[in-house]
C-alpha cells in the first residue's frame, strides 16, 4: 500500500509515472505489464537483467544502450524508489552473471555508478570476486558507459 501511494505521488496527469513512459519508450515489449498496478520499478529491472546479459552474449549494442541508459536515468533521480531499485534489483546482480561477461559490464557501468554501487558489490561478491571487478574497472580503456546518455528516450 505504501509503495502504491508513493507511485501515485510522483504521477503525471496522464496518470502514468515518467519511469513508466520512458519503459514503454525503450521496451514496448514490456507494455502489458508496466500498465498492471502491482508492477513495480524494481520488477522493471528484475525482467531487464537477464536482457542485458542475453545482450551483451549477442553482441546487441542498441539493446545495451537502452538498458544501461534507463538504469543509470533511474540510478541519477532523486526519487529513492527510483535510485535504490536500479541499485538493488539491477546494478547489485549485475556480477551474478559468468565472469566472461564482467570485462563488458564494466565498460558499460559510469564512475557515479561504480561508486555509488561499490559498498552493495562489497558486501555481495567474494573478496576474490570484488578484487577482480577492481581490477576490471582500473584497467578499462574504451569505456562505454557515455554511450547509454545518447539514448534520447533516457534524457
Known sequence: MQLMRKTLAVQSVTGM??????????????????????????????????????????????MLRRIYGFAEWCFEQKAKDLWNAAGVAFYEHLFDSHRSLWPEFVRRLSPRVVEGCMGVWGWR????????????????RKPLYQEARLTKSCT
Open 125 to 140: 561478491l567474494s573478496e576474490e570476486e570484488l578484487a577482480e571487478g577492481r581490477r576490471l574497472l582500473a584497467e578499462c
Open 17 to 62: 509515472a515518467n519511469w513508466q513512459r520512458k519503459v514503454l519508450a525503450l521496451f514496448p515489449g514490456l507494455r502489458h505489464d508496466v500498465q498492471r498496478p502491482d508492477f513495480s520499478i524494481s520488477m522493471v529491472f528484475f525482467d531487464l537483467l537477464p536482457r542485458v546479459r542475453v545482450a551483451h552474449q549477442d553482441g546487441d549494442p542498441e
